[in-house]
């Protein structure tokens, strides 16, 4: 018993979790630092809980995955977690508006329930870093990610650490303005990137040009809501031929091109990478929208061929294995 | 003898010198690694003699720096160069337009000159170091320095060290998009932050308001570049009420700080330090206006309180103070 005991706790103590704390679900991977998973688990978050119950969740959603790696939590060497919120130094996540958390100690509290070290990012951010550590950007010294979604997050990694800003409140990508006294953005400000490339962006142009009768497949599509339409819906109006739909991704696509060429022309990474569930349905068609417009942009131009601009390569791992990354480069 | 050259000796390597090759000055300082300045030189670029030309008049600057510190130029440390184009890691220029210099190896050939290690970096970059270690900056950890000049350029320095790009062409700051399809830049692209905030973008929108109709005392002045307006001559225009120079530099400013909110909104810097010719001349009177637009812009809103915005410390010297603490970054 005493044996298996040191076994396991040898082979154990090589394996992190990472949690993707998302706004509707959570998702667990169990792997080694290399990124290789042994166990995933999944579950709701349930933010109506509150605090305390959502972390219980968490509990039973790293747990599940140890038991189908084989091993406990104990046997964890550190866990890593990733919020939709700003996320101070040591785990503290300062505003989560999609879970109602203000100032609440994430990464204290998980450590408490699971006696192991606990740290905690922003989800895009440790996002950005596991597809640094694990995806798209393998082997790349300096990256940026974007995810296109309902909103425009994204993260910033040089030489192997992320840049979040003294105040770990950066890397904003979503909120550079691109156009002074622009179309107006979810934040309240005018010209954020977001407010062209995101979906919230792109309803603002749909519900403004079928107001002014254009015609398009949205326009009969029961209960949509246009601040947010399911990517599905956008690639099948996109592949259907739906002029509407076309024009505004195709804006989209190319202030996306814009704001990455602002980030190769200011930081010079040598790969960035687009994810989110825009991105997932309809990066093959809209990457060379992207790249051409980025192109044309970069300053100095030579700039543009030192720089990928890859499709992510996780998916919806890409959180949870950038979060395991994170704890992995705290406790190695 | 013998005593009294190593007894220099042991003095002279706590020295270092730093040389700002402009397009039309050379600026050489004598310091200690602290920045305390023991000697200064000056002479005239004088381009036309070309590269090995200039060579020479940079160690006869070098030379007469050392003279005033009491020094011989082989009792230096290390000697750093800011030069007027993108520089490699080890010092070659890649382009400098203002003197004619393509792939020109500058930090090797002064280093055979000299006999002493160069190290060499470009002028804006080694610039916004200079403000970080010696200057505006001194006790932040992460700048952002913009030049506010004929043109706009700029340096990022993280945690102790220069942001320049995996190919040493990045932090253009002048050079991001902030006016999707906006005013016509200098670089042949559009919507630049430096078609808006530097002297040549200025002088886009004075010639246009003239051409239109407009009264200014610009229009009046005999001999003037409206793409280069002398800042003596803003300033004194600013001071007399002019309503097209009061409107146009007001216009600059703004959108200088919403540049300024973009970097803080993906950096996060604690420090940015305004510096150049236009804000040696004008900066009391555009800084709040700078800094009233940087704050309505930057996301999140309370990111703004967590960056000074501040004006350059070091005027003439801040290059030659860069370029010095460069190398006593890589030699000491």
């Not at 010294?141 to 296109?148: I, M, N």
């Not at 040009?209 to 949509?224: F, M, N, P, Y």
């Not at 990455?260 to 349905?281: C, S």
Request: glycine residues 16%.
């Amino acid at each position: 018993m005493a044996k298996k005991k040191a076994a396991r706790r040898k082979v154990g103590r090589t394996l992190y979790a990472g949690v993707d704390i998302g706004g509707t679900k959570l998702h667990t991977v169990v792997a080694r630092g290399n990124g290789k998973i042994l166990g995933r688990a999944r579950k709701k978050t349930k933010g109506e809980l509150g605090f305390a119950g959502v972390m219980a969740r968490v509990v039973a959603c790293v747990e599940a995955a140890c038991k189908e790696a084989g091993i406990s939590p104990k046997d964890l060497r550190a866990v890593g977690v990733g919020a939709p919120s700003a996320m101070t130094a040591d785990g503290v996540a300062v505003h989560a508006p999609n879970l109602g958390w203000r100032r609440t100690p994430v990464a204290a509290k998980l450590r408490s329930l699971l006696g192991r070290p606990v740290v905690g990012g922003n989800d895009c951010d440790v996002g950005t870093l596991g597809e640094y550590v694990f995806g798209a950007g393998k082997g790349s010294r300096s990256l940026v990610g974007l995810l296109v979604g309902t909103g425009l997050g994204g993260g910033i990694v040089y030489h192997g650490a992320l840049i979040s800003g003294e105040n770990h409140l950066a890397a904003e990508v979503g909120h550079m303005t691109v156009q002074v006294d622009g179309r107006l953005c979810s934040c309240g400000h005018r010209g954020c990137l977001e407010a062209y490339a995101s979906k919230s962006g792109m309803g603002r142009r749909f519900a403004a040009d079928l107001e002014a009768g254009r015609q398009s497949v949205l326009a009969t599509t029961k209960g949509i809501d246009l601040a947010n339409v399911r990517s599905g819906v956008l690639l099948k109006a996109y592949r259907s031929g739906d002029g509407l739909v076309r024009d505004v991704l195709a804006e989209s696509a190319r202030y996306l091109g814009i704001g990455i060429a602002n980030l190769v022309t200011l930081l010079g990474p040598d790969t960035v990478v687009i994810g989110g569930g825009v991105y997932e349905a309809l990066g093959r068609n809209l990457l060379p929208l992207v790249k051409a417009a980025a192109k044309k942009a970069v300053w100095p131009p030579a700039s543009y061929k030192d720089t990928r601009i890859v499709l992510s390569a996780l998916g919806d791992d890409a959180v949870a294995l950038g979060a395991l990354a994170y704890a992995h480069q705290r406790f190695h």
